[in-house]
């Protein structure tokens, strides 16, 4: 049935002028907090014990004298034995005593509990909580029927191993690592069985998630990821912002392209079915005649998800794409929530959103923005779910 609006808004009335922006310890916590801490806003992070130095040591915020920041960016850091633990009851308290507005990273949805975060997670989420659960591939509503609704191209969908009959993606989580990949391509129901059989031998997969994994037609060209911003404080044809494009960078896939042919074959197995764990990101521009479809894809999208799950994108979304022969964007995922390249552009800002802002735009810094202009209106309840 999920949380009722007026319980979140209600909790907004003892909040102070300037709330606290919090967010989980991992993912995109960074530009979360650099952001705030640019706008002058307090900041927090929620960090799982043992996985706290990099917030509560190396980006601890100094103050000068003047009591303006002099390094770093945060200024609390919360530690609780497991991540999921910050949703108890105490600790909810103490996050509404705090003021907190909590930022929603896929941290947030892979580590705590969907039906938690819906049902239970008593906090103003400054962005889409209803649309976090389209992420999950083996949902029935998922970003796949999203997309097909908004009109929007993505890979097609090959029903079952049998009927491989081209290189397709065959997507899945790690066994273990649940926030990471475990992606394997194949081009016929031989290789399938092959690669799937190794894979599952090497733990790196279980049999339950490949029973349920999605098999798609690989789309050939360039990764694009396009890090969007709707606002809901303006007027509809002002809302859409695109502030950046990234790409990502996967270990062990990015080392074996980097090798020549003859040594790539030489690597064996760990070529034939290299690793999707994203470790890091670039940034990236696109050719502008491409914009206008850019745009058209981030309004569709919009005009979707609100119309699926009201009120529907609230802040920062990611359409990651491949670009086509024809230059034509393909989504392969969606992220209905601050996307994990975006640290990419923390302190420098998007390139888009720079140009659009005319100051360094980070997503970060937009969702701070946001935030200081909600709450200067008293609108604060109209960007949370």
């Known amino acids: 049935m999920g949380l009722a609006r007026a319980e979140v808004v209600?909790?907004?009335?003892?909040?102070?002028?300037?709330?606290?922006?919090?967010?989980?310890?991992s993912h995109s916590a960074l530009d979360i907090a650099d952001g705030a801490a640019t706008e002058g806003l307090p900041t927090l992070v929620l960090?799982?014990?043992?996985?706290?130095?990099?917030?509560?040591?190396?980006?601890?915020?100094?103050?000068?004298?003047?009591?303006?920041?002099?390094?770093?960016?945060?200024?609390?850091?919360?530690?609780?034995?497991?991540?999921?633990?910050?949703?108890?009851?105490?600790?909810q308290e103490r996050l509404r005593r705090t003021g907190a507005l909590l930022v929603p990273n896929r941290a947030l949805s892979s580590y705590v509990p969907l039906p938690t975060i819906e049902?239970?997670?008593?906090i103003p989420l400054v962005g889409s909580r209803a649309l976090l659960r389209i992420e999950e591939r083996g949902e029935r509503g998922n970003y796949y029927a999203l997309l097909e609704k908004a009109g929007i191209a993505f890979p097609r969908a090959i029903d079952g191993p049998?009927?491989?009959?081209?290189?397709?993606?065959?997507?899945?989580p790690h066994a273990r690592r649940r926030l990471e990949r475990g992606f394997f391509t194949v081009a016929s129901p031989a290789e399938y069985r092959t690669k799937s059989e190794r894979l599952l031998a090497a733990g790196t997969i279980t049999a339950a998630d490949?029973?349920?994994?999605?098999?798609?037609?690989?789309?050939?060209g360039p990764v694009f990821n396009f890090d969007f911003f709707f606002s809901p404080l303006v007027p509809r044809a002002e809302?859409?912002?695109?502030?950046?494009?990234?790409?990502?960078?996967?270990?062990?896939?990015?080392?074996?392209?980097?090798?020549?042919?003859?040594?790539q074959l030489e690597v064996g197995d760990r070529a034939a079915a290299p690793r999707y764990t994203e470790v890091g990101h670039g940034a990236l521009t696109v050719r502008e005649s491409l914009l206008e479809e850019v745009f058209?894809?981030?309004?569709?999208?919009?005009?979707?998800?609100r119309a699926w799950a009201p009120p529907g994108i609230v802040g920062p979304f990611c359409l990651q794409t491949c670009l086509d022969a024809d230059g034509r964007p393909v989504v392969f995922d969606v992220s209905p929530r601050i996307g994990g390249g975006t640290n990419v552009h923390l302190g420098v800002g998007h390139p888009y959103g720079n140009t659009l802002h005319r100051a360094p735009m980070s997503t970060g810094r937009r969702i701070a923005v946001e935030i200081?202009?909600?709450?200067?209106?008293?609108?604060?309840?109209?960007?949370?779910?």
């Open 10 to 25: 209600a909790a907004l009335r003892d909040y102070p002028a300037l709330p606290t922006v919090a967010s989980v310890g």
């Open 47 to 91: 960090a799982e014990r043992g996985r706290e130095a990099t917030y509560a040591t190396y980006f601890r915020t100094l103050r000068g004298p003047d009591g303006r920041v002099r390094r770093g960016c945060v200024d609390d850091v919360w530690t609780y034995p497991t991540f999921a633990d910050l949703a108890a009851p105490a600790s």
């Open 119 to 122: 049902n239970d997670l008593r």
């Open 162 to 172: 049998a009927a491989i009959d081209r290189l397709a993606m065959v997507k899945l």
């Open 210 to 220: 490949l029973a349920a994994a999605r098999i798609e037609e690989y789309v050939l």
């Open 239 to 263: 809302g859409l912002e695109l502030l950046g494009v990234d790409d990502r960078r996967q270990s062990d896939l990015d080392g074996v392209l980097r090798l020549p042919a003859a040594q």
């Open 296 to 305: 058209r894809l981030g309004e569709r999208f919009v005009d979707a998800a």
């Open 372 to 385: 200081r202009r909600a709450a200067a209106a008293g609108r604060l309840a109209e960007i949370v779910t």
